[in-house]
């Protein structure tokens, strides 16, 4: 597609469920990023992606939260036993490898989730 | 990455130009200055960068203090839609670094 594309864009989510973010990239981005954007606060990285491995999962806030690439294009974000501490919108980029300079990420308009 | 200060908030009237500050006074030698804006409920748009020089686009131009400490960005005649979240942010430009994003500046353009 022309752009990166998430999907749902809203999702409400009881307590203690498990849920499942997807990213579709631009077609040929190597690299992509996940980030967390609270209420008036900017977007906080969570993960990197380079291929189909985790090149820096440091953003990350605990182990109930993984992501997955398995062919190097689509990347699923999933939260286990979510808490309302989650809601959050759940932004994706992708970008060309190396980064020489021009536009750098591209972000999607992402997923506003909330936990109930 | 060098921390970046940014006003929380500024107001620009339509048609006059918008100069949002921003200070970064720790930057790193091989880091850049890019910009980048949120329109509400939308996921952040790359503006522009520049490591030293000046540097102008077609939305905007960036003016770097000599001793990189300091830059603006400048929208020459901002529109309504030009209301936003501006962050300044400054990033190695090798690899992919991920971008490490502050609270910005919330630029209104009123009519």
């Known amino acids: 597609g022309a752009g990166v594309s998430q999907t749902p864009s809203n999702k409400v989510t009881e307590k203690g469920k498990y849920v499942e973010l997807r990213c579709d990239p631009i077609?040929?981005?190597?690299?992509l990023y996940w980030y967390r954007q609270s209420l008036g606060q900017g977007p906080e990285f969570l993960i990197y992606?380079?291929?189909?491995?985790?090149?820096?999962d440091s953003g990350l806030p605990n182990d109930r939260f993984f992501a997955v690439r398995p062919e190097g294009s689509v990347s699923t974000l999933k939260i286990q036993r979510t808490e309302r501490g989650d809601s959050a919108v759940y932004l994706c980029?992708?970008?060309?490898?190396?980064?020489?300079?021009?536009?750098?990420?591209?972000f999607g308009s992402g997923t506003r989730l909330t936990v109930v | 990455d060098a921390k970046t200060t940014q006003p929380t908030s500024m107001d620009c009237a339509e048609g006059r130009a918008a100069n949002l500050p921003c200070n970064h006074s720790?930057?790193?030698?091989?880091?850049?200055v890019y910009w980048y804006r949120q329109i509400h409920s939308q996921g952040p748009q790359y503006i522009i960068h520049g490591l030293k020089n000046n540097e102008t686009n077609e939305m905007a131009s960036l003016i770097i203090t000599e001793d990189r400490k300091s830059s603006t960005l400048i929208l020459p005649h901002a529109t309504l839609r030009d209301t936003a979240v501006y962050y300044c942010?400054?990033?190695?430009?090798?690899?992919?670094?991920?971008?490490?994003f502050g609270k910005g500046t919330r630029l209104s353009v009123i009519a």
């Open positions: 077609s040929g981005h190597t690299a």
């Open positions: 942010i400054v990033r190695v430009n090798s690899g992919n670094t991920p971008l490490v």
């Open positions: 992606f380079q291929g189909t491995g985790a090149a820096d």
């Open positions: 980029a992708s970008s060309l490898t190396p980064i020489t300079g021009t536009n750098g990420y591209t």
């Open positions: 720790t930057i790193s030698g091989n880091e850049y």
